[in-house]
Each structure stands twice: as structure tokens, then as C-alpha cells.
């Protein structure tokens, strides 16, 4: 997002991209099936979210970039080496988050607030969802918050199951209303548009208006984590980076390690330097501004591997708090079978390849009134139904067949294929001191450079709430008339996910009103370094249930606005 809102303003902008180069066009393996696939496409160690998921050269263990965990951690970290990062592969599901959640310590006392407020971000989110093309409704519940008239495009109807979920989970309490994706279900209106979104730029409008005919509407029937060659989804690889180029402006360099910002005598950033990976080189490139987006722990990583005798403790790190208040997603999920869904006539249930339906966080006024015993809420989504089989579809037969074989077997997948639903909740993490990341002393990656070591800690909140997301998801099942495949837990340590198995870690660099508690100011930018920004999670001050790519996109884009002004005033550049 950077990238391209400086380089539409006229500025030379460099890109270095650890990863290789990559084209979602030719390379997106969206029309490949299954069973062309080794395993029928199942997950493997290079590969764990199935054999074409869109992350090249990354995942879960990236070769010869390693991380460590301090005793008693088990964090784990997913990262991309490819140009566009995590957004070719991500679920696309992008919720704003409300008014409570730039002020949770106001709200309950945990954690801090952000510097900013929902209506200062709130101009951003229309424009962003406009820019990236995202469908759902126009619901306008307790924090969360709808979007302005004509800016989301229409959401695809409810499948079946959606609709039988939201009939059972309704009188629960529980609200099912559209979901949120960066799909587009319409073209973008790509005479318009431009126009609006960047007024009195014609070179904007032009790359931008280029880039929307560009772009086709989803056609419903294949899966977006292995990419959309059709550019109806949201990956920086086919929406942001072509247009930025387009403008000239643009050059990135791709395998391009970066190890540190380099400051010069005046406090300022000179530029960064970094290993060609090709070359196994170390580079230096100057630079009037610095912008580090390389996801918030990596972000990290580079300040505080950027020493000198000037900045002992890395750069913009006087508060000391850069690494620290880490935060992933709080998750936990559990399946069931439904009997009403058995023997379904055969019909097309893919969709966008996600929910097209969830249940957005629903009891702010039980958590007020002291009724639940965990802070912050969760959302929930959620799915199930006849989508295209793959390995793993009837995984679940055996426990229902016990060991049937042949026709008997066959007749029983009829049967059931379809039957049953899954839950994951999706809620807030606490910002608490024992989960932060910082430099193994120790341990260096292939090129040289030192790697992270993660602490992590849940607190009782999230644990609670993991258990809290069991039980909902048990009563839910069993109101369907179905069967939970698994008795709830009921010990939070067991419900809940890893830490980062979620994949939205943020935090790391927070933002604050005071540079003695905080890394960055409310635009994103070093209290100590003025010509440094960050334009990822990192500057995230609290993690809200709602996924965080969208307000990433928001905030990078509010940034480069901020950037740009002190630019044109002189006070940095
Ligand atoms: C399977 C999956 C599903 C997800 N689903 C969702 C979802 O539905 N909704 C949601 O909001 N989020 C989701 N996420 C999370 C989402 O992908 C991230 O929040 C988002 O991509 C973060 O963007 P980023 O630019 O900070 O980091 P990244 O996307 O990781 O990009 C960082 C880039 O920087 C490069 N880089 C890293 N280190 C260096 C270095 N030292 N030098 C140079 N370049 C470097 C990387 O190669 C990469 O290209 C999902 C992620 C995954 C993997
Ligand atoms: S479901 Fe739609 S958006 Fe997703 S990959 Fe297929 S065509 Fe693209």
C-alpha cells in the first residue's frame, strides 16, 4: 500500500522484497485440481495448508532462516518469501475494527488505547475497501461498524448450511449477518472510481483505472488460498503493485534481505542495508524516507539488528519497547455433523472460497455488566457443506461407519458428504508483558544476520475465552440437532491455538501519544528517527478480534498521506 500511494504521488520508490519475484497470473494454480496433485493436494511440511497454497518459498519453516522460542515458548511464526507476502495467500476476510477497540483501557482498564479513534481511521476503510474491492452488508451492530453507502460491493447469498446455522444460532442470541471479504462479486466501476478515490491526480487515475478493467469479478469456484489469476481478490501481487509500477516510479529489487536501517550523525535514516541473496552481498541503498513493512515481527527484527555505539539498543528503540507487546489472535474451533444434512441432493456449494456469512462478536453488554469471566470478545466463523472434495474430505467417516469398505463405504460418503459444519473463533488478545519477541543472542540465519527468539505467554482472558468459544460451538451443534465431534474443552490450555498459529501476530513497534511508552506516533512514524515509518502490524497497540490485514491497509495508507504533508512542509526528505 505504500508503494503505491507514494509512487502515484510522484515519488521514486525502492521496494526490497526478501522473497523472489512472483506472477500471480502465471504462476496461480487456481485451475489445477486435486487429484493432478502428489497426496490429492494435501498439506506436507513445505507445503501445510495443501500442495498449492499460494505461499512460495515460506510457511511455517522458511530454509535456513530460522527462529527460536525461550524455554517454555511454543510460538510459531509463518512468514512469506515472495514478492506480495501473505496477502497471495490469505483468507480475505477484512473486518474493521469499532469504536472499543482503538479504547479498550477505557473501556475495561487492560491493556491501552490507540492515539487515534475510529472516525480518524474511518475515511481510510471506505477508501481502502473502495481500492481493494471488498463485499458484505450493511449491518451496523454494537462495534461493528458498517461502511459508508456504496462503498462494500453486494455479499453472495448464504449456502445452505449458512442458512441453517443462522436458523439455529438466532435464537441463541448469536447474529449471523454477511461477512467481510476482499472478493470482488462486481467489476469495479473503473471510470469512476479513480476519479474518487484520487481527485486531481490524473496519473493516479490512469494507472488505477488501468488496473480496475484489469480485474474480474470471482466466478465462485475455485480456492482463493492458492491465489486468483483473475484478480478478483485482494493480494498486493494484483492489485497495489501493478498500478505503482505502472507509474514509473517504482523499481523493486526482489531477494533483497534487508538487515538494518542505517542512521546517520543527525538521528536520521540514511537508507538500510541488506544481503543480495544472489550474490550473498551485503548492499546499501540510501533513501530521503525509510518505510519498513516486513510484517511486525520481521520489522522488529530489522530495528533491533540496526546497533551502532549511537543506538546501542537498535534504532528507534529509546522507549525500549521495540519487540515487545506481541499479539496474535486468540483461536479455537470445533466441528460437528448434522443428521438434516445427510443425503443432500448433489448441488454447487463452492462460492467465494470462504465464508459467506459469520457471527460477529455479540455480548459487549453481558462482558459490561460483569457476567462473563474474560475481557474482549470474539467472532466466529465458520463453514461447511459440498464444496469440491479434496484429501482429508471424509476424514471423518470412519468414527460414523465404524471401518465400513467398498460399496458400503461409498454409499456412506453419499450420505454424509456435506453433513458437516466447523467453528473457529477468532477473538482479542490482551497485550501482556511475557509476549514479545528480541534477538537470540546466539543464533544467526544463513546470511549472517541474528534471529528472532519469541516469548509467549496467553493470559487467563484468552484462555477463558478459547473455552467460552467451545461451549458456543457445542450449543450451536447440538441446536442444528447435530453432534459435536468432540466433547468442548474445557480446559483452556487445551482449547486454545499456538501462539501465531493464528497468522495475524501484530504489535511490536505500538503506537502511542508519548515516546516514552510507545515506538511510533499516531501516523506511524519514529518518535526518534522523523524520516522513519512502519506500514505493517507492527504499530498495532491492541489486537481486536476483527483480522488485521484491512486496518493494516488502512493505516499505510493514512500514513503515507501523513508522510507525503511532512514532505511537502520540509520537515522531513
Ligand atoms: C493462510 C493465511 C490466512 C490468513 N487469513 C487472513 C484473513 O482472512 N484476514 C486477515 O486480515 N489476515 C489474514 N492473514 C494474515 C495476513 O496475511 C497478514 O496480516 C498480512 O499479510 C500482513 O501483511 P504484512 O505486509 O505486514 O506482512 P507480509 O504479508 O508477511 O509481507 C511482508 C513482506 O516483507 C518481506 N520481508 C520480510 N522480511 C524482509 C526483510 N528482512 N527484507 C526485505 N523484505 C522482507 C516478505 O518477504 C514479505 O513479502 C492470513 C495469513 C495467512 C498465511
Ligand atoms: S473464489 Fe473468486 S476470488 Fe477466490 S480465487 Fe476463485 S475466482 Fe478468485
Redesign the pocket.
Known amino acids: 500500500m505504500a508503494a503505491y500511494q507514494l509512487a502515484i504521488a510522484g515519488l521514486k520508490v525502492l521496494v526490497?522484497?526478501?522473497?523472489r519475484s512472483y506472477d500471480p497470473v502465471r504462476e496461480t494454480p487456481m485451475f489445477k485440481l486435486p487429484r493432478e496433485a502428489p497426496l490429492r493436494g494435501a498439506g506436507g511440511r513445505e507445503k501445510p495448508?495443501g500442495f498449492y497454497d499460494a505461499?512460495v518459498d515460506g510457511g511455517w519453516e522458511v530454509p535456513g532462516e530460522p527462529y527460536t522460542n525461550a524455554p517454555g515458548t511454543d510460538f510459531r511464526w509463518?512468514?512469506?518469501?515472495?514478492?506480495?507476502?501473505?496477502?497471495n495467500?490469505?483468507?480475505?476476510?477484512?473486518l474493521r475494527m469499532g469504536e472499543y477497540d482503538f479504547k479498550p483501557k477505557t473501556r475495561d482498564g487492560l491493556g491501552a488505547d490507540w492515539p487515534l479513534s475510529y472516525k480518524d481511521l474511518a475515511p481510510y476503510y471506505d477508501k481502502t475497501e473502495l481500492l481493494i474491492g471488498v463485499y458484505g452488508g450493511d449491518d451496523d451492530l454494537e462495534n461493528t461498524p458498517r461502511s459508508s453507502p456504496g462503498v462494500l460491493q453486494p455479499p453472495p447469498a448464504p449456502r445452505a448450511v449458512e442458512m441453517l446455522v443462522k436458523k439455529h444460532a438466532t435464537p441463541l442470541g448469536i447474529p449471523v449477518i454477511p461477512a467481510h471479504l476482499a472478493i470482488m462479486t462486481q467489476r469495479q466501476n473503473a471510470d469512476r472510481l479513480p476519479k474518487l478515490l484520487h481527485p486531481g491526480n490524473a496519473l493516479a487515475q490512469r494507472v488505477l483505472r488501468q488496473s480496475m478493467q484489469s480485474r474480474a469479478a470471482c466466478f465462485y469456484a475455485t480456492p482463493c488460498?492458492w491465489g486468483c489469476s483473475i484478480k478478483a481478490n485482494f493480494q498486493s501481487t494484483t492489485v497495489l503493485l501493478p498500478p505503482a509500477l505502472a507509474t514509473g516510479n517504482v523499481d523493486i529489487v526482489p531477494d533483497?534481505?534487508?538487515r538494518e536501517v542505517t542512521v546517520g550523525k543527525d538521528g536520521l535514516a540514511t537508507g538500510v542495508s541488506?544481503i543480495d541473496k544472489r550474490t550473498r552481498q551485503d548492499r546499501r541503498v540510501k533513501a530521503r524516507v525509510v518505510v519498513l513493512?516486513?510484517?511486525?515481527a520481521?520489522t522488529a527484527r530489522?530495528l533491533l539488528n540496526s546497533k551502532s555505539s549511537q543506538n546501542p539498543n537498535g534504532v528507534s528503540n529509546s522507549s525500549g519497547l521495540v519487540g515487545k507487546y506481541l499479539m496474535d489472535t486468540v483461536g479455537a474451533g470445533l466441528g460437528g455433523q448434522i443428521p438434516m444434512l445427510e443425503n443432500l441432493p448433489p448441488h454447487n456449494n463452492d462460492g467465494a472460497s470462504a465464508m459467506h456469512v459469520y457471527m460477529p462478536w455479540w455480548q459487549y453488554k453481558e462482558q459490561l455488566g460483569g457476567k462473563l469471566d474474560f475481557a474482549r470478545g470474539y467472532h466466529v466463523e465458520f463453514g461447511g457443506g459440498r464444496g469440491m472434495p479434496g484429501n482429508g474430505s471424509f476424514n471423518f467417516l470412519e468414527n460414523l461407519t465404524q471401518g465400513a469398505y467398498g460399496k458400503s463405504y461409498k454409499e456412506a460418503a453419499r450420505r454424509y458428504y456435506g453433513s458437516f459444519v466447523w467453528f473457529d473463533g477468532r477473538g482479542e488478545m490482551i497485550p501482556n508483558e511475557d509476549s514479545f519477541c528480541e534477538i537470540d543472542p546466539e543464533v544467526v540465519d544463513q546470511w549472517g544476520i541474528p534471529v528472532l527468539r519469541f516469548h509467549w505467554k496467553w493470559s487467563d482472558h484468552e484462555l477463558k475465552q478459547a473455552v467460552h468459544m467451545q461451549k458456543t460451538f457445542a450449543e450451536v451443534i447440538t441446536a442444528m440437532g447435530g453432534k459435536p465431534g468432540s466433547e468442548p474443552q474445557t480446559d483452556g490450555n487445551k482449547a486454545i491455538a499456538k501462539g501465531g498459529q493464528i497468522?495475524?501476530e501484530v504489535g511490536t513497534c505500538r503506537m502511542g501519544d508519548d515516546a516514552r511508552t510507545s515506538v511510533l506516533n499516531q501516523y506511524c512514524q519514529s518518535w526518534d528517527v522523523k524520516n522513519l515509518f512502519v506500514t505493517?502490524?507492527a504499530p498495532f497497540v491492541s489486537n481486536a478480534d476483527k483480522?488485521?490485514?484491512?486496518s493494516?491497509l488502512a493505516l499505510a495508507w493514512r500514513t503515507t498521506d501523513y508522510l507525503l504533508e511532512q514532505m511537502r512542509k520540509k520537515e522531513i526528505g
Do not use: K, Q
Open positions: 526490497l522484497e526478501a522473497g495448508f505461499t509463518w512468514r512469506a518469501r515472495m514478492m506480495g507476502g501473505r496477502t495467500h490469505w483468507g480475505r476476510i477484512s488460498g533483497a534481505m534487508v541488506y513493512a516486513a510484517s511486525a520481521e530489522i497468522i495475524h505493517d502490524g483480522n488485521p490485514t484491512l493494516i
